[in-house]
């Protein structure tokens, strides 16, 4: 079975740094996924991680440690857009499965 | 990366009712998949569309609630029948782009009424 935990909210003001932690406990792993999803809008891709380390995309950083099952996302110098749900997921063959999100509320 | 398009974007329906979603993705794919979202929840594979076979369904989910069609391989329909009030959820299409896991469509906002 999967077993993936991410926290249930984050509040952060807005040019900080926020990271949203994920550890997960899966049957079989060949890669860890993080999206966003703002309201009422489908998911969207922000980064991959199959080998341990830090994988950097412009103010999006996402780490993985496979050995411990944790994973996290770093926002950077946040905006008022990345208020949104952060969602952790795990691939096992094909399939992925879900964290529950954490929603990131950015304040001015 | 693959565009997908999928609708109705939303629907109010009758209990009882039935509701089909279409999905189509501009590019060829070998596999589709369908999950359920519900209200404040994150994302739950109902199944996973094979072309040329029958559809794979995750635990919790049977093919006379949730049948699917995979006719070729750039489209997937996704009917819940026999609707209730349980079902009112976001449903989303999606296909596998190897290294960046899923791309969604944007999305089904069911209500049952």
């Known amino acids: 079975g999967q077993n993936i935990d991410q926290p249930t909210e984050m509040t952060a003001t807005e040019g900080a740094i926020v990271q949203i932690n994920c550890t997960y406990q899966?049957?079989?792993?060949?890669?860890l996924f993080w999206y966003q999803q703002h309201a009422g809008e489908a998911p969207t891709f922000l980064s991959y991680n199959v080998l341990d380390g830090l994988e950097e995309k412009g103010r999006f950083s996402s780490f993985l440690s496979r050995s411990k099952g944790y994973s996290y996302l770093l926002l950077k110098e946040l905006q008022m857009k990345d208020s949104a749900s952060y969602l952790c997921?795990?691939?096992?063959?094909?399939?992925?499965?879900f964290g529950a999100g954490t929603t990131v509320t950015v304040r001015a | 990366s693959a565009v997908i398009s999928q609708k109705p974007s939303r629907d109010i329906c009758q209990r009882g009712t039935s509701l089909t979603i279409q999905c189509q993705v501009d590019s060829q794919v070998t596999m589709m998949f369908w999950y359920r979202q519900q209200p404040g929840q994150s994302l739950t594979l109902i199944a996973t569309?094979?072309?040329?076979?029958?559809?794979?369904?995750e635990s919790g989910f049977v093919i006379d609630k949730f049948p699917i069609s995979r006719p070729n391989l750039t489209f997937s329909t996704l009917t819940v029948s026999n609707m209730s009030p349980e079902d009112s959820s976001i449903y989303l299409c999606?296909?596998?782009?190897?290294?960046?896991?899923?791309?969604f469509g944007q999305g089904t906002r069911l209500t049952v009424v």
């Open positions: 899966t049957s079989g792993f060949n890669g």
């Open positions: 997921a795990v691939r096992n063959d094909y399939k992925l499965s």
């Open positions: 569309a094979n072309q040329g076979s029958e559809a794979t369904y």
């Open positions: 999606s296909v596998e782009d190897r290294g960046k896991g899923a791309f």
